[in-house]
């Protein structure tokens, strides 16, 4: 009687075969997860770009301020010096200065509108980095400011200080890198700089001032989408009593 042997041929091919997909199902996901890591680095990095490139747009208009806060130093602290004894005492002396600083400040941002054809603060901003040298890209990523400047009783959440500050209130800014579009919206504020009006006083020859730091960004926030804000802000008039203002940090 002929033996019968089994005929493995076919098992073979099925192992082949099975081997095969396990190892197209391990490429795929391989490739898949991949894919997914890769997306989400370019997500991160547009949105990262897109937020430094707002930041920068911000910081070009901040840059052009420090001038403004000079100019507004000189003829302020002029003014207090010329009347220091008759002002009295250092707080009469730092309050004057500090009206006078504002007061200059209010000045030239009304001249500034009154340049403008149409009475918008977004022309008088626009304008300002164009007469600077501010490229074109960067000009329009400034591309609302909501209010007039104005003076403000500025406050911070405790209600602790409410000092009197000049403030450019409802700046927008915008960026797009590849998808990604960043806004920014933030008050820019502008203090008189801290200077010693005692009796004691030196003449202020050897005090340092850092006019950049007399600027700072007031109710800053980061949004990925637009929205109207003509509803949040109210223009302030020449010679009204200040608007009390509670601001927060970024």
Not at 72 to 99: H, P
Not at 160 to 167: G, P, Q
Request: proline share 2%; hydrophobic share 35%; charged share 25%.
């Amino acid at each position: 009687m002929e033996n019968l042997k089994p005929d493995n041929r076919g098992a073979a091919l099925i192992t082949v075969l099975v081997v095969t997909t396990f190892i197209l199902f391990l490429a795929t996901t391989l490739l898949y997860t991949a894919s997914m890591n890769y997306q989400q680095k370019q997500t991160d990095y547009q949105n990262k770009q897109s937020f430094y490139g707002a930041e920068q747009a911000l910081d070009a208009l901040r840059a052009l301020l420090v001038e403004d806060v000079q100019d507004a130093y000189a003829v302020a602290y002029a003014d207090t010096a010329a009347q220091f004894i008759l002002l009295g005492s250092g707080d009469s002396r730092k309050a004057n200065f500090t009206d006078c600083f504002n007061e200059e400040l209010l000045d030239i941002w009304n001249d500034r509108l009154s340049a403008t054809s149409d009475g918008k603060m977004s022309s008088a901003v626009q304008k300002l980095m164009e007469d600077n040298g501010v490229d074109e890209a960067t000009r329009k990523c400034v591309y609302d400011v909501s209010s007039t400047a104005g003076v403000y009783k500025i406050k911070d959440d405790t209600g602790a200080d409410k000092t009197k500050k000049f403030v450019l209130r409802g700046v927008r800014v915008k960026y797009t890198y590849g998808n990604y579009t960043t806004f920014l919206y933030t008050d820019i504020c502008m203090e008189a700089p801290m200077i010693d009006w005692s009796d004691n006083r030196s003449d202020g020859s050897g005090e340092t001032i850092s006019f950049t730091d007399c600027i700072s960004y007031i109710n800053w926030q980061r949004i990925d989408y637009d929205y109207d804000m003509s509803d949040e802000y109210d223009d302030i008039e020449v010679g009204t009593e200040p608007e009390t203002v509670t601001y927060t940090v970024p």
